[in-house]
């Protein structure tokens, strides 16, 4: 009898264990890519992505210094595009487009390392949608095309607006007229409700240029007319 009551109670003063599932029980968290586009990619992305978010980095401007031998223009006669460089105080406005899928991000990287093959360097950066706020997403993907002309042969560097200008007229490549880009880019920015005085100063100098081409050639041939 008094081994029954020893044996009652040392059950009853044992801890009672409870299994508790935590999440490393379960299947692990897959982490999102996020790329940050501040050219073409805000118009025409060409992969899966999830979700995209206007908004902006700090510390960088958009500017039209690198040259384009594959997309807007030839080896012979380049084409410029936009890419970035460091600006205290300043902040460069974009999409950043989130991927979620291992399948969707492989196909995003390898579409942007043909498209992007001549950007030279990949950041990962803040990125922002109020300007008095924590980042909205931390380590987003940037590709920047550098100064360094050792890894970057493209690089044309900053130039007169009218020499970009007349140089944006005049190219052309696999992608289409270099003005195109000019101008797709100016009104995907407006349609998103940022202002790039750059991006809108080259614009109405490459259509006042365009303007008075026209206006010679209309004169050229009333001329030939009389």
């Known amino acids: 009898m008094l081994c029954n ?14 299994p508790i599932f935590t999440s490393s029980s379960t299947s692990p968290v897959k982490m999102a890519m996020w790329v940050f586009g501040y050219g073409s990619l805000i118009w025409k992305t060409g992969f899966p992505f999830d979700e995209s978010l206007p908004g902006f ?67 990962y950066l803040d990125f922002f949608t109020e300007s008095n706020s924590e980042p909205a997403v931390t380590g987003v993907m940037v590709y920047i095309a550098s100064p360094d002309k050792k890894s970057n042969n493209n690089y044309l560097g900053p130039a007169s607006l009218e020499d970009i200008a007349k140089q944006i007229v005049k190219a052309e490549g696999p992608s289409g007229p270099n003005r195109d880009y000019l101008f797709n880019l100016e009104e995907a920015l407006a349609q998103l409700g940022f202002k790039d005085k750059h991006v809108t100063d080259l614009a109405n100098q490459v259509r006042h240029i365009l303007s008075e081409t026209e206006e010679s050639s209309v004169d050229d041939g009333t001329a030939n007319n009389v």
């Open 57 to 123: 980095i700090k510390g960088y401007r958009r500017v039209f210094h690198q040259g384009s031998t594959d997309h807007r223009g030839t080896p012979e006669f380049p084409g410029r595009t936009v890419t970035l460089e460091s600006a205290d105080g300043e902040v460069c406005w974009g999409v950043a487009y989130k991927i979620t899928k291992e399948e969707d991000k492989r196909d995003a990287l390898t579409h942007l390392e043909v498209r992007e093959k001549q950007y030279d360097q990949k950041e």
């Open 5 to 18: 009551w020893i044996t009652l109670v040392s059950l009853l003063l044992s801890p009672i264990i409870i």
